[in-house]
Nanobody, 124 residues
Framework: QVQLVESGGGLVQTGGSLRLSCAAS????????MGWFRQAPGKEREFVAS????????RNADSVKGRFTISRDNAKNTVYLQMNSLKPEDTAVYYC?????????????????WGQGTQVSVAS
């Protein structure tokens, strides 16, 4: 079965950096776009970034533009989210996702597979 396993979360100070990883198995990883979403307590899950199957196209939420970078390594079946200049409002559980049948995506609706999430906490 399809498994998405996130790692790399943790506690950092404002202005710090983290790199999240999401390792996929049970799926032809290089065929599908990948995305990152996040959910803070009491809030809806929101889009962060996505990347096409070949890495040629990306999308970023306005709130993370210039700070977060999504990338992928199809040889390792892994997608990354490099997060720089972190702010307290970036605190959330971060999820990776696969959504088939599209080049890149920005909506959670229709996502085919989700990871279990990794906690990112940014202290002020």
């Amino acid at each position: 079965q399809v498994q998405l396993v996130e790692s790399g979360g943790g506690l950092v100070q404002t202005g710090g950096s983290l790199r999240l990883s999401c390792a996929a198995s049970g799926v032809t990883f290089s065929s599908y776009p990948m995305g990152w979403f996040r959910q803070a307590p009491g809030k809806e899950r929101e889009f962060v970034a996505s990347i096409s199957w070949d890495g040629g196209s990306t999308r970023n939420a306005d709130s993370v533009k210039g700070r977060f970078t999504i990338s992928r390594d199809n040889a390792k079946n892994t997608v990354y989210l490099q997060m720089n200049s972190l702010k307290p409002e970036d605190t959330a559980v971060y999820y990776c996702a696969i959504k088939r049948g599209i080049v890149v995506f920005t909506r959670a609706l229709g996502v085919d597979y989700w990871g279990q999430g990794t906690q990112v906490s940014v202290a002020s």
